[in-house]
Each structure stands twice: as C-alpha cells, then as structure tokens.
C-alpha cells in the first residue's frame, strides 16, 4: 500500500521559515517524480513545486520561486521543501504527490497523495 506522509507544517511570523518532509511507502520514490502543492481555505489545489526522478531538474511555481527550495533523497524515498520568506498568502495545507508521468503542474497527472500539512503564516 503507498503512503505518503507529510510533517514540519506549524505557525510561523512572516518572513520566517519552514522545511516540510515527505516520506514515502509502498513504492521506490526514485521511480516517480515528486511534487508539492498547497490548498488554502476556499480556493484550488495548486502546484507548488516539483522534481524529476533524479532530483536533477526542479519546476517551481511563480509565487515561491526564489524563496521555495524543493529536494530529495532517493536512498531515504523522502522528499523536502524549504520554505523561507514565508508571507502570509502561503498559508495552506501543504500536500506531497508522488507521479508516474513527468515533471508537470497539472494535479490529475499525479497518482499519490498525502493527507497535507498545515502551514499557517501570521503577519
């Protein structure tokens, strides 16, 4: 059975930091790109970040790039992201995909979900 499991969301002021970590199961993460997204309250899952297989080619969305920093470890079949300069319009529940396909922002080309972290940034 795959798992995915999200931890490291909280309360932070704005402008501080926050690093989430996935860990899967039940599958070899080398085998599958891995990806972010976020859902706040009342709007769409969006696309965050995500990275190829070989953790050698990173995709960001236009909100977080500079500030977001997306990474893995293959041996560990975790995943990471750095979250610094964090403001108030970040806040959400933050979810770990796990895709057979390609490095893509669209939600349906993604086969396994996390149940999400919240992060919350206050300003």
């Known amino acids: 059975q795959v798992q995915l499991v999200e931890s490291g969301g909280g309360l932070v002021q704005a402008g501080g930091s926050l690093r989430l970590s996935c860990v899967a199961s039940g599958l070899t993460s080398s085998s599958y790109v891995m990806g972010w997204f976020r859902q706040a309250p009342g709007k769409e899952r969006e696309f965050v970040a995500a990275l190829n297989r070989s953790g050698s080619s990173r995709l960001y969305a236009d909100s977080v790039k500079g500030r977001f920093f997306i990474s893995r470890d293959n041996t560990k079949n975790t995943m990471s992201l750095q979250m610094n300069s964090l403001k108030p319009e970040d806040t959400a529940v933050y979810y770990c995909?796990?895709?057979?396909?390609?490095?893509?922002?669209?939600?349906?080309?993604?086969?396994?979900w996390g149940q999400g972290t919240q992060v919350t940034v206050s300003s």
């Open positions: 995909a796990a895709s057979s396909k390609y490095v893509t922002t669209a939600l349906d080309s993604y086969d396994y």
